[in-house]
């Protein structure tokens, strides 16, 4: 029987099975190899793709340039298949080789098993995305990848349907691109997994999820995880027919070269070509180095399963499958093998020697500083011993060098001498280097970051008009609209309806339903849809209604939004807008101020408290000329205050990390944001007639905070400070008070105990009364302030209470 007959209308040549065959063996080797080196002591962990290399290997054969993976930390062998991971950047990566030439996939920031494709060029701009083959950076928190993936294969969607797109030709082509997902037995019990699926079979788009199902999560089989053990028939009230829209439903054993072949095919065509959701259950895998090298998979399987596993392995499998065919001889396959290991054993020793030669210019600088101390020192003795131990560290890492200097340092504490000063030097230096690998990245680098777009006034003048906050911001979006066709923004009730409040009122029957949309009630995939939009080049606004509940889509933000610029060492971003409301509403779940939450969640976004809605969209219009992630939150109690509309709607700019003073004094300041500003101006028009001065400051942005430190410079002049606000106690007044106080260095010119002043602990209780005992009055603000100024000067500020 010859090639073409045994996988048919594939015409797979013999020479592309045996080449499958080869990377199968080189991957599992890989692991094998990868494993040893953990427990020899020269990597910290594995966590490897056995078992899945057959799938992953067919699988890859349709994924396509322009196509993007948002997957699994065992897909090892798809990566390597696409031609994005070679064998020695697996074992860089391993060994935490904190250099992109080495690990392009983030810099040594993931630990192995976590891959991402650098799609952006050394300026931080986008390349042309449609001649890559894309991995978006994995996370480990199973599930989380999911979300991302509805965004990535929404994009294709908008792309081939939205004509204003077509321009876009380094993003698209026609909206051909297919979102590969893949994700194991265990993680899709996570309810993040079923909302997605949920979503893509709502939105249809070009999304494919491979489940790997080998029977286990760590060492809980597949009866805790899911109601039915057979995990495809549990979405079978997903399947689609021809009367209603669904999700199509394949599966296929992981073991089945031949059926792999022709099922990947299917799927990808119909993503392809016609947008339907393919959902792939991969069963009869198996693990056979078990969950990671922290354990044995021995403990917890029973001997018939081990047994199994051995006879049903992939690789085994496909063995088998080739000499049933005729395809090649034992020979050819024993000679492969032995190659395979081969091969594998050189990229791993050159691995090795280049983060030993990484490593060891600094390491030999530094012994070498140290034993020259030594040699004129008083503690002779002990820097020897230090140098010695240094010398002899058989697997090191940066920071032994690190530690020894630093530790010398100490003991030539009272000492000078020139080899002092070269150690001195030598710290500061790697001081300096190593917080570029380890550190940078966080936010952007680039020119088109938004701290770098200057600020452009609002154009406000006597005849502009006096409108409702709500409507101001419309206007500005419409603006914006006008201009960019990548914008887009969606959420619950934000299109037909304009939103909850307004914002976009009307502007749905202006633009479409392509570009303002609603979705359903679902959090984590609405930012999900962000995530996946930005990071294909579209500029998204993605809504959550109200502020509390931020807390279904945290985990999303934080763990993939909010690093992902940093763990693809500059390689990727996603400069999306999540839109929210919050602080000041009757209830006790639309109230909320949740900013420790959020200030503890997303460091590597930017978060944005504007007062009033010129002070929003100035913002906006700031956010979408730069090229980072944002959250905004707008005041709830201010979109039917009155404002005068700009005439430069869509231009002007708010600077980020730039505070506002808006009112100035000469006895205290105080620091406040959002809804608060107004409180606080009420509480310091009072104040004003009890014969004290109050400098209130608008931080505008929590994240950058005050990045010219006029605060500071507030305070040298009035010697004291409140910080207030609507989050609980230690919440957001404590984070003002260490930037100020500690990063400022504004203890030093304090005259008065720095104080706090946020709200009850307890969620606001409903009704007005329940607002005024929950969260902070201008009452409290009096009172606080005029408490302060009594320690002062009790003559004049006499006590009133009790």
Same mark, same amino acid.
């Given at each position: ?659 506002? =003073? *808006?009112?100035?004094?000469? !006895? ?7 809804? &608060?500003?107004?409180? $606080?101006? @009420? +509480? ?36 004291? =400070? *409140?910080?207030?606000?609507? !989050? ?7 984070? &003002?008070?260490?930037? $100020?106080? @500690? +990063? ?36 409290? =603000? ?21």
């Amino acid at each position: 029987m010859n090639t073409s007959e045994i996988t048919g209308e594939f015409s797979l040549t013999k020479e592309e099975i045996l080449n499958d065959y080869r990377l199968a063996c080189e991957s599992r080797q890989t692991s094998i190899l990868a494993r040893k080196e953990v427990f020899m002591g020269k990597a910290k962990f594995g966590i490897f793709g056995t078992g899945k290399e057959v799938a992953q290997i067919c699988m890859a054969k349709f994924f396509k340039e322009g196509d993007f993976r948002s997957g699994y930390y065992r897909d090892q062998t798809f990566v390597m298949a696409t031609g994005e991971l070679s064998i020695e950047q697996y074992f860089a990566q391993l060994y935490g080789h904190a250099d992109v030439n080495h690990d392009p996939h983030s810099g040594g920031r993931m630990m192995i098993g976590h891959y991402s494709t650098r799609n952006l060029d050394e300026q931080g701009r986008f390349k042309d995305l449609t001649k890559i083959k894309i991995s978006t950076p994995d996370i480990s928190p199973t599930g989380a990848q999911m979300p991302r993936l509805v965004g990535l294969a929404w994009a294709s969607k908008l792309f081939r349907n939205n004509p204003e797109l077509q321009q876009m030709t380094n993003f698209s082509r026609n909206g051909n691109e297919v979102a590969f997902g893949t994700i194991g037995n265990g993680a899709m019990a996570e309810g993040v997994f079923f909302e997605a699926i949920n979503a893509a079979g709502v939105l249809q788009i070009p999304m494919l999820t491979s489940i790997w199902d080998d029977a286990y999560a760590i060492s809980v089989p597949q009866s805790y995880q899911t109601t039915k053990d057979d995990i495809s028939s549990m979405f079978e009230g997903f399947r689609r027919d021809h009367n209603e829209r669904g999700i199509e439903l394949m599966k296929v054993k992981g073991w089945d070269y031949e059926a792999l072949c022709y099922a990947y095919k299917e799927a990808t065509r119909l993503c392809r070509e016609e947008h339907v959701p393919v959902l792939m259950h991969v069963y009869e895998m198996t693990q056979p180095m078990g969950h990671s090298t922290s354990g044995s998979h021995e403990r917890y399987k029973t001997k018939e399963r081990l047994q199994w596993e051995e006879d049903y392995d992939c690789n085994k499998k496909f063995r088998e499958w080739i000499l049933e065919n005729g395809i090649c001889s034992e020979d050819d396959l024993l000679k492969i093998e032995a190659e395979s290991v081969e091969k594998v054993k050189l990229a791993r020793q050159r691995a090795w020697e280049n983060y030993l030669k990484y490593l060891h210019a600094d390491q030999e600088q530094a012994v070498n500083y140290i034993k020259e101390a030594a040699a004129s020192s008083s503690v002779k003795e002990e820097l020897e011993q230090i140098a010695t131990q240094l010398q002899k560290t058989v697997n090191p890492y940066r920071s032994d060098a690190v530690k020894a200097v630093k530790k010398a340092l100490r003991l030539l504490r009272n000492e000078t001498n020139a080899a002092k000063v070269q150690l001195q030097d030598w710290a500061a230096r790697t001081e300096t280097e190593n917080r570029q690998r380890f550190n940078s990245h966080l936010y952007s680098h680039s020119a088109e970051s938004a701290l770098l777009v200057p600020e452009v006034a609002p154009v406000i003048t006597e005849d502009s008009l006096l409108l409702d906050g709500r409507e101001l911001l419309q206007h500005n979006f419409e603006a914006l609209f006008r201009r960019d066709p990548r914008l887009l923004a969606f959420g619950e009730d934000v299109g037909q309806i304009g939103d909850v409040n307004q914002g976009f009122s009307g502007l749905q029957d202006k633009f479409g339903e392509i570009r303002i949309t609603d979705t359903g009630i679902r959090e984590a995939t609405i930012v999900g849809q962000a995530i996946g939009t930005a990071m294909r080049g579209l500029r998204p606004i993605a809504e959550i209604q109200y502020l509390d509940y931020l807390l279904f889509a945290i985990e999303i933000l934080s763990d993939d939004v909010a690093s992902l610029h940093y763990r693809s060492a500059g390689g990727q971003k996603a400069p999306l807008i999540i839109r929210t409301r919050g602080h000041r509403l009757e209830g006790m779940f639309h109230s909320g101020s949740p900013m420790q939450m959020i200030l503890g969640s997303v460091r590597g976004m930017f978060l944005c408290v504007p007062r009033n809605m010129t002070q929003a969209a100035g913002m906006y219009n700031t956010l979408l000329k730069g090229d980072e992630p944002a959250i905004m939150i707008e005041s709830l109690n201010a979109y039917r205050l009155k404002e005068k509309l700009p005439q430069n709607l869509g231009e002007f700019t708010v600077q980020l990390g730039i505070v506002d =003073v *808006l009112r100035p004094g000469a !006895d205290i300041t105080i620091v406040t944001y959002g809804s &608060m500003c107004r409180i $606080v101006q @009420e +509480g310091a028009n009072e104040l004003q007639q009890l014969g004290i001065s109050c400098e209130i400051i608008d931080i505008q942005t929590l994240i950058p905070f005050d990045r010219t430190h006029q605060i500071v410079e507030s305070i040298k002049k009035t010697n004291r =400070v *409140l910080f207030a606000d609507e !989050d609980y106690s230690a919440g957001a007044t404590s984070y &003002m008070m260490q930037q $100020v106080l @500690e +990063g400022q260095k504004a203890w030093q010119y304090l005259d008065s105990e720095p104080r706090t002043l946020s709200a009850q602990d307890n969620r606001p209780a409903y009704s007005t009364d329940g607002d005024y005992y929950s969260k902070p009055s201008a009452d409290d =603000v009096i009172d606080i302030v005029y408490e302060m100024m009594h320690e002062v000067n009790p003559a004049k500020f006499p006590r009133w209470y009790k």
